[in-house]
């Protein structure tokens, strides 16, 4: 399974970006998708997950402005995201798996998104 993670970029405080991650690779479908980001200096975290077509989970410090959604057809998983703060400053990765939730079977290779204040 590969997974080729686009969309990061330089925004201003308040502005958008729309990350997708290519899934390739594999005949069976991968129920879990999600993203993570890592900060400088600090650990990987979860940023939202989706399970199936529907079930969709958001860590609280994106809540009601980042949305994970998926298209099937095109097996892509993106993360819509908006009034981005300068916080949001990570590089972040896609992951896949299977089964299980949180996913971590497969990553892909990163995308950085950069705030400025």
């Known amino acids: 399974v590969q997974l080729q993670a686009s969309g990061g970029g330089l925004v201003q405080a308040g502005g958008s970006l729309r990350l997708s991650c290519a899934v390739s690779?594999?005949?069976?479908?991968?129920?879990?998708m999600g993203w993570y980001r890592q900060a400088p200096g600090k650990q990987r975290e979860l940023v939202a997950t989706?399970?199936?077509?529907?079930?969709?989970t958001h860590t609280d410090a994106v809540k009601g402005r980042f949305t994970i959604a998926r298209d099937n057809a095109k097996n892509t998983v993106y993360l819509q995201m908006n009034s981005l703060k300068p916080e949001d400053t990570a590089v972040y990765y896609c992951?896949?798996?299977?089964?299980?939730?949180?996913?971590?079977?497969?990553w892909g290779q990163g995308t950085q998104v950069t705030v400025s204040s």
């Open positions: 992951a896949a798996d299977r089964y299980y939730t949180p996913p971590a079977a497969h």
């Open positions: 690779g594999t005949s069976g479908r991968i129920n879990v």
């Open positions: 989706i399970v199936g077509d529907r079930s969709r």
